[in-house]
């Protein structure tokens, strides 16, 4: 990627600098991330790009621009664009029942007591549609939010962790004998919903979703990186992933040579995909630019609006509307459209973000935003588990709006 002088886009090259200091002074010198890439874009030109750290503490392997991540949760935004493509071709209605795709599920009901496995349920007040799962208002959950009994059954059953063998059907399957947390479209809660997406993709479109993303998406996008397996060449690009033990140190989590990415057959639409600052910035660019990079449309900009805008009932934002305490967000201000959290009131949020912006993040810290006001995408990178371990996001937005000429 090409760097360009900052002062070029409006962006103060001093202020930008303060951003790798604080990241080196703060976190990568006391040990608290491993490393970091960092990206800053305006007017679709890279302003920043600081590179820094390590991908791999015990191997001493630098980190690099074309360093590979999980991305966990960063995968939602780009199933949820795929989705839409086939929404574009005129193959679903967002208010379609989700039962029209998965017959299984014609007669999910929502729990009102009891414990895995004797739960006591009633009938929906209404089917659940695949415009609740693009919004996180499906009544699903997920197993490691440990808040209900519902949470404990996903933890029992191990639905959506890949064991050998098993795929996205076999997690279908499941959810099928298990009750919803609430009936749709009454509440908001950080789910499993999106892996549920991309098994739709797979029957609306009769094609694998790796397939899918790859024709219709990475190909065209020119993300040559982004996959859900790893090829060999490129596992000595893939970073290790960390957590802190009790004394606050660095562990490895999840080795960077781990075979599970090279073979493996579940294919989480919701947190599954491995990418590069390169490619994501690539997706983030075609997002802001209204569907369109480089000559190739991937989306219409009508319905990318439609995408980002909020559609929690009433225009409320996630602390009125959600049930969880997680997400990859704070809920206060902060609105959610169909794949993407987006700032509906930064006084409320706290946050420099412009109105309108949308974002959202990965359970190892990565982040990105898109601000149209500005003109700006900003996309971070480390891998450090979980992502509410420190506020890189509150601290990134000040440094990266304090640089606004």
Not at 175 to 202: C, H, K, M
Not at 359 to 366: H, K, P, R
Request: glycine share 10%; with cysteine; proline share 5%.
């Amino acid at each position: 990627m090409e760097q360009v002088n900052p002062e070029t886009l409006g962006l103060n090259a001093a202020q930008l600098a303060r951003i790798g200091e604080h990241l080196r002074g703060r976190y990568l010198e006391p040990g608290k991330l491993p490393g970091s890439v960092t990206l800053v874009a305006r007017y679709g030109r890279v302003g920043l790009l600081d590179v820094a750290g390590l991908s791999d503490i015990e191997r001493d392997t630098p980190m690099s621009v074309d360093t590979i991540f999980r991305i966990y949760s960063m995968s939602k935004p780009i199933t949820s664009v795929a989705l839409m493509m086939l929404y574009e071709r005129g193959l679903f209605s967002l208010d379609d029942p989700v039962h029209r795709f998965i017959p299984e599920w014609r007669e999910l009901a929502v729990r009102t007591a009891g414990a895995f496995p004797l739960f006591a349920t009633q009938p929906c007040a209404r089917p659940m549609t695949i415009r609740d799962l693009l919004r996180h208002t499906s009544g699903l959950t997920y197993d490691f939010l440990r808040e209900s009994n519902l949470d404990y059954a996903y933890r029992k059953l191990q639905i959506g962790n890949p064991a050998p063998g098993y795929t996205l059907r076999h997690m279908i399957e499941q959810l099928a004998q298990l009750p919803l947390e609430f009936s749709p479209g009454t509440r908001w809660n950080y789910s499993l919903a999106t892996d549920v997406l991309g098994y739709l993709i797979e029957v609306i479109s009769g094609q694998s979703l790796p397939d899918y993303l790859q024709e219709h998406l990475f190909g065209p996008l020119g993300m040559v990186d982004t996959a859900f397996n790893i090829a060999p060449d490129k596992v000595h690009r893939l970073a290790s992933c960390y957590e802190r033990d009790a004394a606050k140190k660095l562990v490895c989590n999840d080795d960077g040579q781990d075979s599970r990415f090279r073979d493996r057959v579940f294919y989480s639409g919701g947190g599954g995909l491995l990418s590069t600052v390169g490619d994501y910035f690539r997706f983030c660019q075609m997002l802001l630019q209204g569907g369109t990079l480089d000559g190739v449309r991937i989306l219409g900009s009508r319905t990318l609006e439609y995408m980002t805008a909020n559609h929690l009932p009433g225009d409320v934002d996630l602390e009125q509307f959600a049930m969880g305490s997680f997400s990859e967000t704070e809920y206060e201000g902060v609105g959610f459209g169909l794949g993407f959290a987006n700032k509906i009131d930064p006084v409320k949020n706290g946050n420099l973000a412009s109105l309108g912006s949308f974002f959202w993040g990965g359970l190892a810290s990565t982040l990105f935003w898109v601000d149209p006001e500005e003109e700006l995408v900003v996309i971070f990178m480390t891998q450090l588990m979980p992502s509410s371990t420190f506020n890189l996001r509150g601290q990134l937005e000040s440094m990266v709006y304090a640089a606004l000429d």
